[in-house]
């Protein structure tokens, strides 16, 4: 069985772990939930922890004078260069940290789709903002696994997620050890994985581990790590999963039959369709891995990026997410 590193993630605190919401209450997530058992978190309130107190007045994003601002309009504070400095200082005093994930929506913490008003009182918000402290984030850690808690409801983009997170995290411990040998274990047993992202920067970090000549290890892990995080900035797409599908098939086409041929190939169609998930065709595999006793499969990290407990569709399927 694969035994899998804990991520470190960063958190927005009112994620199940503080009530401290402007409002004094908690957000539940399931997905939070359930990755404490294989995660360690850091909770952070960045409206906390610049002061305000909970509950407290809301907070907006505001667009004055073609500057961005955080404003408190009960009080009339203007905290953006609070917000800024905090940002900094908690960014800068972070190490080693795999993932965020935050609170969608906030003027603070949201990723995306944030209100932003304008100095027209009564005019509608638009909605394309970026929280303050998110934009501090999405600048100093453009590759990191990054989501809100919003968005990571829906399956896809929680595959998604959760495969770059604990691979980014695996990597992690790779770049801590001293051997050269872990490397070139990393590389094979992702081979499938890093195919499925990016077949032009997987084939680049194979290539930096075969033209190791003389360069010191220290230097080959800055540039493998520069090509692995580039390989995994843009998620698995649907025609490179089905290319990596087909390609694990080719080890057992002269063992099935043919009627087991035509399921996988009419699963594989449901899945281009976007009616099924990507884990039930995994598990088709997984389960002619087990009956035809393949290794080079079973040790490749694609048919089980994550811990199988997170892989159970049971968080929330619903029709991939809609």
């Not at 969608?104 to 990723?111: A, E, Q, V």
């Not at 006793?293 to 619903?318: A, G």
Request: aromatic share 10%; charged share 30%; net charge positive.
């Amino acid at each position: 069985m694969r035994q899998f590193p804990r991520p470190r993630i960063v958190s927005s605190k009112c994620i199940e772990f503080e009530p401290c919401r402007y409002n004094g209450l908690i957000i539940r997530s399931k997905v939070v939930e359930g990755l404490k058992k294989y995660a360690d978190f850091q909770p952070v309130c960045p409206e906390v922890e610049i002061g305000l107190g909970v509950p407290r007045d809301t907070v907006n994003i505001a667009e004055i004078d073609g500057k961005i601002e955080l404003l408190q309009p009960a009080t009339g504070r203007k905290l953006t260069e609070e917000m800024k400095e905090f940002s900094e200082s908690f960014l800068n005093s972070i190490k080693d940290i795999d993932g965020f994930i935050l609170k969608n929506k906030s003027p603070s913490c949201g990723l995306k789709s944030v209100r932003v008003y304008n100095e027209l009182k009564n005019s509608r918000p638009r909605t394309d903002g970026v929280g303050l402290f998110a934009g501090s984030v999405l600048q100093k850690f453009p590759y990191l696994a990054i989501e809100d808690e919003g968005r990571i409801r829906n399956l896809i983009l929680r595959e998604n997620f959760f495969t770059k997170l604990f691979t980014l995290a695996d990597f992690r411990e790779v770049i801590e050890s001293g051997d050269f040998n872990d490397l070139l274990a990393f590389q094979s047993k992702n081979k499938l994985l890093l195919l499925s992202y990016n077949q032009e920067y997987s084939q680049k970090m194979g290539k930096v581990l075969s033209n190791r000549h003389d360069k010191p290890l220290n230097e080959l892990k800055k540039d493998y790590q520069d090509l692995l995080l580039k390989c995994l900035s843009s998620p698995q797409k649907v025609t490179s999963n089905i290319n990596v599908l087909m390609h694990a098939m080719g080890y057992f086409s002269k063992k099935l039959t043919s009627p087991e041929k035509a399921f996988f190939l009419d699963t594989l169609e449901k899945y281009r369709e976007g009616s099924i998930p990507l884990l039930v065709i995994i598990n088709l595999i997984k389960s002619w891995i087990i009956r035809f006793n393949e290794d080079y499969l079973d040790k490749q990290t694609f048919f089980q990026p994550y811990p199988e407990d997170l892989m159970q569709v049971t968080f929330i399927y619903d029709k991939m997410g809609k």
